[in-house]
């Protein structure tokens, strides 16, 4: 099971609290190529691996061959504990694809070969220190990539470009340890559901004469059923790993499901004691003073902004027929108080439960989700 770069909400508390519930390959946010060279410590701090962590990727966005070079060396001289680095091609956001990062990148094969070419160079001589775990690296090149579909959905461009890259492999250009497919274009970003018949073609597409890149899927998985039937479809095609993202975040039990094949009726206090670990953790890597306290109870919110969406297995007509992501249930109540305001899709209800954990916020705190899912715009206005 893999927890995927989540920006702002896979943080290093919320890994923390993934690994305990049977994450095996964390990855950090989302990191600026740029922003790193010039030292900007709120960029640098997202490379920061807890001792748990035994298998830990960084991602970067870059746009250009040199910068991301001399970023892949500075993380290699400064000794960063990592076992691989993923490059973001998958960002929709705009502030970063108008500079060429993210899911641009996937509509520029050629600056996308000399990326490649120039942190493979860096990386074919990483080897970290001691007691820095190589597990993942031992057996696979330590650069992955991370791509959707395309820039258009009616258009789509990842069959196109993933052989490219394996091309690029065998002739020794560069080296691409696995490449990960959300089944999403940039301009859906988020919306429809995932095209997983696209990336099980994104596979076959793939020269059978030369090496084949392993294709990890991504998207839509919230239920240990709907992994397994991914895996049914395309057994000889997708590599066999569950990689997560929004689905971790509203049910981070979600890898133990997986794991123990079986749905997990799990209570509204099982659940309030994982937020009161993640609040622990959190404490403890942003401080204990009002500022650490401020910054925690910030995350912890922006997290309750999409684990309010889950429905309580207990509460379904149909186990057979779990709630998948892009399915907006209608409002219910609890099998207690607690359960019901965990349900509630109201950020004054969040920082309630904030509350609970945290102590009472100022009269004056305001809380806005940087992510703003379509559940909370629905809810909300």
């Not at 870059?62 to 970023?71: E, I, N, V, Y």
């Amino acid at each position: 099971v893999y927890i995927a770069p989540l920006t702002t909400v896979g943080n290093l508390p919320f890994r923390r609290v993934m690994k305990t519930m049977g994450a095996d390959i964390t990855c950090g946010e989302m990191a600026l190529a740029g922003n790193i060279l010039a030292g900007q410590k709120s960029e640098t701090a997202l490379l920061r691996r807890h001792p748990s962590e035994d298998v830990f990727g960084i991602q970067l966005a870059g746009a250009h061959a040199d910068m991301l070079t001399r970023t892949s060396e500075l993380l290699v001289r400064e000794g960063i504990q990592m076992d691989f680095i993923d490059l973001n091609l998958g960002c929709p956001l705009d502030l970063v694809n108008n500079q060429g990062m993210g899911a641009a990148l996937m509509c520029r094969s050629s600056k996308l070969r000399g990326i490649l070419s120039g942190m493979s160079s860096v990386l074919r001589h990483y080897h970290p220190a001691e007691g820095g775990a190589r597990r993942f690296s031992s057996f696979a090149p330590p650069l992955t990539l991370k791509m959707r579909t395309g820039w258009d959905d009616k258009k789509p461009t990842a069959h196109y470009l993933v052989p490219q890259v394996q091309q690029w492999a065998a002739d020794g250009a560069c080296d691409v340890g696995a490449i990960f497919i959300h089944g999403r274009s940039r301009q859906q970003r988020y919306t429809k559901k995932a095209n997983w018949d696209y990336i099980h073609n994104v596979t076959l597409a793939q020269d059978p004469a030369l090496p084949s890149l392993p294709i990890i899927g991504n998207g839509d998985i919230l239920s240990y059923t709907e992994f397994q039937a991914h895996q049914t479809s395309y057994p000889d095609t997708l590599t066999p790993c569950a990689m997560l993202g929004r689905g971790a975040l509203i049910k981070p039990w979600l890898p133990t499901e997986i794991k123990e094949q079986r749905h997990w009726d799990i209570s509204a206090t099982e659940r309030l004691d994982i937020l009161k670990q993640f609040v622990g953790f959190g404490l403890e890597h942003w401080g204990s003073d009002q500022r650490g306290v401020n910054t925690t109870r910030r995350f912890l919110l922006e997290w309750l902004s999409f684990l309010h969406r889950y429905v309580p297995v207990g509460l379904l007509e149909h186990l057979d027929r779990p709630v998948e992501m892009n399915q907006r249930p209608l409002p219910f109540k609890g099998r207690s108080d607690l359960e019901s305001l965990m349900a509630s899709p109201y950020d004054q209800d969040w920082i309630k439960i904030s509350e609970l954990l945290l102590g009472p916020v100022p009269s004056s705190f305001q809380f806005v989700p940087k992510h703003k899912a379509n559940s909370w715009e629905n809810a909300n206005g």
